[in-house]
């Protein structure tokens, strides 16, 4: 049977390959496009700047931590007093885990399966706050893409009300092209899914009204380190 079924498929492949290419006459493909958006300074400097400012715009928050021990300490205080958090299983920020444990703080398992998933959706609905880190951002539009997985629930990123996320420097892009082309692969390779996230979640489904908050997080804190 799998053997019929890869000879069918070999078989179509093998007459579409086959057949003359549809618009012989047509330019070839340029060996570059011009870019949708326009960010003129790409150091990394430059593009924190922007990044900053495109996000701030719509009402995310940028920290820029000068360090990695500066970065636990700005996520130590807004946690603030929670007892709890729903993060991700692997943290791109060492110590944060042992940290917040030191401080008595549980972190959540953002994940829930099968049949019994009521219980764990229940606790997690409990959580103000959701960490997780981010693959990339995007600078042009201030963008965040995180990707799904199996250490990365989606649950983290999307349920709390608040979302902190762990951005390192070298995650830093000047446009979506750019990521594609130099280091999505793997990313997508590997993601279950893949959610690209500029600011809180906002809608404006009723009467052209903004309401933030609707569909995800109504706070988004981006500590970069």
Known sequence: MNNQAHSSRDRILGALRAKKAPFESAS????????????????????????????????????????????LETVMTLIGDDRTVLAWDVLPLPGLRETMQAHGIAVIDPHARG????????????????????????????????????????????LPPVHITLLRRDRLYARLEDWIARDSREVMNNARSVAFITGPSRTSDIEMQPIIGVHGPKVLHVVVF
């Open 28 to 71: 070839a493909r340029p060996s570059a496009y011009m870019p949708v958006t326009v960010v003129e300074h790409t150091d990394t400097d430059a593009l924190l700047i922007r990044f900053t400012a495109e996000l701030e715009r719509l009402t995310g928050k940028v920290h820029v931590a000068s360090s990695a021990s500066d970065a």
């Open 115 to 158: 049949d019994v998933r009521g219980e764990p959706l229940a606790l997690m609905a409990t959580a103000r706050i959701g960490i997780t880190g981010a693959d990339a951002a995007l600078a042009a539009t201030g963008t965040l893409v995180i990707a799904s997985n199996a250490a990365q629930s989606r649950t983290a990123s999307l």
